[in-house]
């Protein structure tokens, strides 16, 4: 699974202190997907990547694997899983899942990021 993910504008509860935090909405999608999956054994893997037209984009998938220096964190029964090249672009960052009219997909709030395309895809 590869979202497209968007930076969300609207207010969020705090980000942890240790790294990200996954909304209690994000955590009952994911838990909705894995199971859909029949999975209920894989992590969600956040990463940022190269690529977008600002630069980096992120990647949400889910993964069986911990590789070397990851960071794992539990919410509710989620894990969340994130690379260490990835850690510091996503330090404070909410991870969320809306679901509107107009939008449908996980959103991340990330005060790290300094401006993102117009498209919302891909930020610096």
Not at 22 to 32: G, S
């Amino acid at each position: 699974m590869t979202d497209q993910v968007q930076t969300a504008t609207a207010a969020q509860p705090e980000p942890s202190d240790e790294g990200v935090l996954l909304t209690d909405t994000a955590a009952k999608k994911v838990k909705d997907l894995l199971e859909q999956e029949g999975r209920e054994d894989l992590q969600l893997r956040v990463s940022v990547q190269p690529g977008g037209c600002s630069g980096l984009r992120y990647q949400l998938f889910f993964d069986e694997r911990n590789l070397d220096g990851d960071t794992v964190r539990d919410f509710g029964g989620v894990s969340v899983v994130i690379d260490r090249m990835s850690t510091p672009y996503l330090y404070g960052a909410t991870i969320d899942f809306v679901d509107t009219i107009e939008k449908q997909g996980f959103t991340i709030d990330n005060p790290n990021a300094t401006g993102s395309c117009a498209c919302g895809d891909s930020f610096h």
